[in-house]
């Protein structure tokens, strides 16, 4: 019962490293070490839900919308937290909230855009190959800003 303890640990301490991976390369605007974290030959199974845009799917399709994301950014870093793995044989579901800090385009005499804030609930669904984790669908989520509702509601008689 040991081993199939500590394999499971190995399987999730591999995913969460595949998971961090995946960031820290969107983070650095490197497409390539991007793509290669995505499911390699799944050119119509590979799926991605940025907030607000439709069902990417294809791999192509989805690495398209990477490259457009990394155009338009000029700086973008994700803290995660709430980081949770679920496994089953060879599929993984890592669930997170990125927290997300971004900046776009710098505006006249600055280096760098306003710095954005934004809280994303994210699923992001890995397989395992011979080269490792790779991810298979990404689906984030907006976190919708509380608070304001009181004022919507009417007054109770």
Not at 23 to 40: K, Q, T, V
Not at 131 to 155: M, R, T
Request: with cysteine; glycine share 10%; hydrophobic share 40%.
């Amino acid at each position: 019962m040991n081993e199939d303890h500590a394999s499971a640990a190995a399987d999730i301490a591999e995913v969460e490293q595949a998971n961090t991976a995946f960031y820290e390369a969107l983070e650095r605007g490197d497409h390539e070490a991007l793509a290669d974290r995505w499911l390699p030959g799944e050119d119509l199974t590979v799926s991605c839900v940025h907030p607000g845009w439709p069902v990417l799917t294809g791999r192509g399709d989805v690495l398209r919308s990477y490259a457009l994301i990394m155009a338009n950014t000029e700086y973008i870093q994700f803290f995660l937290t709430d980081v949770n793995v679920a496994m089953t044989g060879d599929t993984a579901l890592v669930t997170c909230t990125e927290n997300i800090l971004s900046g776009g385009p710098a505006e006249e005499g600055n280096a760098l855009g306003p710095l954005v804030g934004q809280l994303v609930v994210a699923t992001n669904v890995f397989r395992r190959t011979p080269e490792g984790w790779k991810l298979w669908s990404h689906h984030g989520s907006p976190v919708l800003a509380e608070g304001g509702e009181e004022d919507d509601e009417e007054p109770s008689s």
